[in-house]
């Protein structure tokens, strides 16, 4: 399935925070996010996810002469993350916010009655 930015599922969720949107070069399969919820949870799933991340740009070191392109940094991003993941409200039910704010999950008072003079 193609990544929804609505976030109504949990595997979007994860995949919007580790910032995994391109459905054409995913950084992490989608049979993979859906195997890890089902097996752990979406908390660890999220986390172990970023953790693999985490472990995927360590090792990476992109270089041409004197030029050099250290990841650290991204994989840094990724530990960060997965602490996060840790407390994350939203991986107890993703679509919190979503609903939150769907339309007509508002409502205003009643001005039936309401009189401006």
Not at 6 to 25: H, K, M, P, V
Request: glycine share 6%.
């Amino acid at each position: 399935m193609a990544f929804d930015p609505s976030l109504g599922t949990t595997r979007d969720y994860i995949r919007f925070r580790l910032q995994d949107t391109n459905d054409s070069d995913p950084m992490i399969a989608e049979a993979t996010y859906t195997a890890m919820i089902t097996a752990f949870g979406a908390r660890e799933a999220a986390r172990q996810c970023a953790m693999t991340l985490a472990a995927k740009f360590s090792t990476l070191n992109y270089g041409d002469g004197d030029v050099r392109e250290d990841l650290t940094k991204t994989a840094d991003f990724y530990k960060g993350l997965a602490a996060e993941f840790t407390s994350d409200p939203m991986l107890d039910d993703p679509t919190a916010g979503v609903k939150a704010a769907a339309v007509g999950a508002l409502s205003a008072p009643d001005m039936t009655d309401f009189r401006p003079d």
